[in-house]
């Protein structure tokens, strides 16, 4: 089977205040991919910009302009559902290619592993370290709290210069074989931001699929250059930390009647 076609891969990106970093995000995929048959979408959740430089300068992509921030979950699915891609890579626009993460993604998601559903990058950061939390142990009560005394369990992990199968990789660039993405109907929306990729990850894993960290293969992500306000963020992280153990809480009682 010849995977290097057309309906190979769909990278779809998510912007919302982040078209300087949009564009050297996809400059870099071209750049750096010698498979060039894939297809990029780019889902506009900002609607103070219509991404016209972007579209004339990168012709091959499709633009889906929204009227305002639908979350990104939600425009996650909506390039899902307008993909024509075996393999979906959802991907942060600032984020950088490294090296030929498509044919990474390609080979490793679709030939060398049936049981893998997901597989997540080494993501660095603009000072060359490993960007903590890009992977880790699935959340708990116990986790948070650790967490917030800098006790990272996960350390460790994220850490790995050996290819390991973990609980959940960042959804900054994500990969996952479309026939999965279906099957779980996709990001949980009521997540607007942070955790959907926790929740993909745990929902995958529940169907007996694998999750890789592909430690060997980076991707830079400068990470939170979307220019939003930082107290919002961490009362939105804490939001979605707590639905998710709710949700997480009430499947794990459903599985025991």
Known sequence: ??????????????????????????????????????????????????????????PGIEICNHGKNIGFGAACNYGAKRASGKILLFLNPDTRFLNDYV???????????????????????????VQEWCTGKDLTVRQLIKNNFWITESKKIWESKAEIFVDWVSGAALAIKKEIFEEIKGFDEKFFMYGEDLDLCKRTRDLGYKILYYSTASILHSGGKSRENPIRQKIQFYKSSLYYMIKKGIAGLKSQK
């Open 1 to 58: 089977m010849n995977l290097y076609n057309k309906a190979a891969l769909s990278i779809i990106i998510v912007n919302y205040r982040s078209e300087h970093y949009l564009d050297k995000c996809i400059a870099s995929i071209y750049s750096e991919s010698r498979c060039q048959q894939f297809e990029i979408i780019v889902v506009n959740n900002d609607q103070e910009t219509d991404l016209r430089q972007i579209a004339k300068k990168y």
């Open 103 to 129: 044919g990474v993604v390609l080979n490793k998601i679709a030939v060398n592993e049936k049981n893998l559903g997901i597989i997540g990058p080494r993501l660095i950061t603009d000072e060359g370290e």
